[in-house]
């Protein structure tokens, strides 16, 4: 009898829109505009109204947008700091 276990197998998964939107840190629109009009995502058909996407693919695509955000430098979205308000005097209680 062997003493090693192998690891369990892991199936293939289809994400469905929801679920690959909040992955991919977008909405509908951006992901429907650049994602799948681009043909960067292959949605698939998976019954009447229903569409998804294999996993493995989407952890790829999110491997390469980090790679291309590595490459261009960005390692994050620098925002200039919010706008300051002016601290109210108290009113004279004269």
């Known amino acids: 009898m062997s003493t090693t ?3 369990p197998r892991r199936g293939r998964r289809l994400l469905r829109p929801k ?7 977008c909405g ?3 992901f ?3 994602y ?4 960067r995502v292959n949605l698939i058909d ?3 109204g229903s569409v998804g996407a294999p996993e493995d693919e989407i952890d790829a695509l999110i491997n390469e947008i980090i790679e291309t955000a590595r490459l ?3 390692t994050g979205i620098r925002r200039p700091p919010g706008r300051v308000r002016a601290k109210q005097s108290a009113p ?3």
């Open 5 to 7: 276990q192998s690891e």
């Open 19 to 25: 679920e690959i939107w909040k992955r991919l840190g």
């Open 28 to 30: 509908r629109t951006k």
């Open 32 to 34: 429907y505009l650049d």
């Open 36 to 39: 799948v009009n681009t043909g």
């Open 46 to 48: 998976i019954g009447p």
């Open 72 to 74: 261009k430098g960005r």
């Open 92 to 94: 004279d209680p004269t």
